[in-house]
């Protein structure tokens, strides 16, 4: 039986990581890119749009994450597309992400005080003007930290790939645990290693939290 | 000739009707002040004007333009016609002082950027504030706030200036600078339509005086008739609750 060492635990645990990092960020690209989508429809003034973004979120949001992985892999199968790991786990994230962010973001949109609306509309603003110049830039500086502090369930959301196959952190972990026998030293390590990957994140979330408190 | 032409203006909210039919024409350099009870509907009315509210019949024109509240481009022309300062001020917080001025004559009328600081930073000396061309709001008083929305306002070179409530939310002491900035205004023939509650200003300032009641013109008038004397008792009771 083949010996690993420590080093070579660590070593396959960080090639993993990689994964983990590199699935996290499609997530929030991904997530970004539709949840501002979303977020759009959820400010256009068509009530269709609207139920549109609105059905959505609920959807995603009131779904388990596992389960919109495991429906997100066997659904596209049933679709007759064999799709890997990578890219049902990527929209599965980008899914949930979505939602997720949506939400966050509207209610930034939505703390923007009346009166800026009404001031920019009285100055003969279009409704994208206003969005544009006037909505958007406030809301965003109000939306920087939560949206940083919901990378951190990102993250950690990722974990949850590994059932559908994916390699990445958790699952090489399990891999390594059978092979070593020594699950609890694995385990520990991989709990480190996104603790590193999370705890930076949800400090920098706290900072941008704090500077805009003194800000405003 | 009336610059705004109201007629038959009635709006609800839901079961509560908050303007009951209101008839009303200011001529072109008039200044009218409208006071009344709060719930009177008097703020309701000025919102109606710039389409800020929708009413439900009536007809109101603006510069002879009929006001159609479900017409973007419709709006969008008479918006710039009709200037409205608020009680809250509403400055872009984001935005220096002077960006506040210039960015919706940029965005909506393609003033060329050279032309239109020179008209911001004169209009920041109109209104006694040519310093704080790039200050920010959180770092202006009350009434310095308020004097800047002015000049936003008039950025847009409006043909009537909306004014409601605008020295509600200041300190005592700097009413006065804003008051100052407004009866220059009047003076240099601006029209002007005003929800007010400072009664000294009304008297002094106003061409006519409207006492709205309950959703309707009650009485209107020259302010020196209207307050010496008040015909109707609600108006009676209105102006006495004030001096005692």
Request: proline fraction near 3%; charge should be positive.
């Amino acid at each position: 039986m083949m010996e690993f060492s420590f080093w070579d635990i660590v070593r396959n645990l960080l090639m993993a990581m990689r994964w983990t990092i590199g699935l996290s960020m499609i997530a929030f690209i991904g997530g970004g890119l539709v949840g501002l989508l979303l977020v759009l429809l959820r400010q256009s003034k068509s009530a269709f749009m609207n139920l549109l973004a609105t059905t959505y979120v609920q959807i995603f949001q009131g779904i388990p994450l596992l389960v919109q992985l495991f429906l997100a892999y066997y659904g596209l199968g049933l679709f007759g597309i064999n799709a890997s790991p990578w890219v049902a786990a990527s929209i599965g994230l980008t899914l949930y992400t979505s939602a997720f962010l949506c939400e966050i973001w509207r209610g930034c949109i939505a703390s923007i005080p009346k009166g800026q609306w009404e001031a920019s509309a009285s100055l003969a603003l279009s409704f994208y003007e206003q969005m544009r110049y006037i909505i958007f830039p406030q809301a965003m500086k109000i939306a920087v930290a939560p949206t940083v502090g919901f990378l951190v369930q990102v993250i950690k959301g990722t974990a949850l790939a590994s059932v559908i196959g994916f390699m990445e952190l958790t699952k090489v972990s399990k891999t390594i645990a059978n092979a070593t026998f020594n699950p609890f030293l694995v385990f520990s390590c991989v709990a480190l290693m996104y603790f590193l990957l999370c705890y930076p994140v949800s400090l920098y979330a706290k900072h941008l939290e704090r500077k805009m408190h003194v800000h405003r | 000739m009336s610059i705004v032409e109201i007629v038959g203006l009635r709006k609800s909210f839901g079961t509560n009707d908050v303007l009951k039919g209101i008839d009303l024409q200011v001529k072109k350099g008039e200044v009218i002040a409208i006071i009344g009870k709060s719930g009177s509907g008097k703020s309701t009315l000025l919102r109606c004007i710039n389409g800020l509210e929708a009413f439900h019949s009536g007809n109101l024109n603006v510069d002879g333009k009929p006001l159609i509240h479900d017409s973007v481009t419709a709006m969008r022309e008479l918006r710039q016609h009709v200037g409205m300062v608020f009680q809250s001020f509403n400055l872009f917080p984001h935005l220096s002082v002077g960006k506040n001025i210039m960015l919706a004559p940029s965005l909506v009328k393609h003033k060329n950027a050279a032309a239109n600081e020179a008209q911001a930073r004169k209009l920041l000396d109109r209104v006694g504030l040519s310093e704080k061309f790039n200050a920010y709001s959180e770092q202006l008083s009350g009434g310095q706030q308020q004097r800047v929305a002015i000049a936003r306002a008039l950025a847009m070179e409006p043909a009537v200036l909306l004014c409601d409530e605008i020295t509600s939310a200041l300190d005592p002491e700097l009413v006065g600078e804003v008051l100052r900035v407004v009866e220059s205004l009047a003076d240099e023939g601006m029209t002007l339509i005003m929800v007010t509650h400072e009664m000294n200003f009304a008297r002094k300032v106003a061409d006519r005086v409207i006492f709205m009641h309950q959703g309707l013109v009650h009485e209107i008038g020259e302010p020196a008739e209207l307050f010496a004397n008040p015909k109707t008792p609600e108006l009676q009771q209105f102006l006495g609750a004030l001096h005692s």
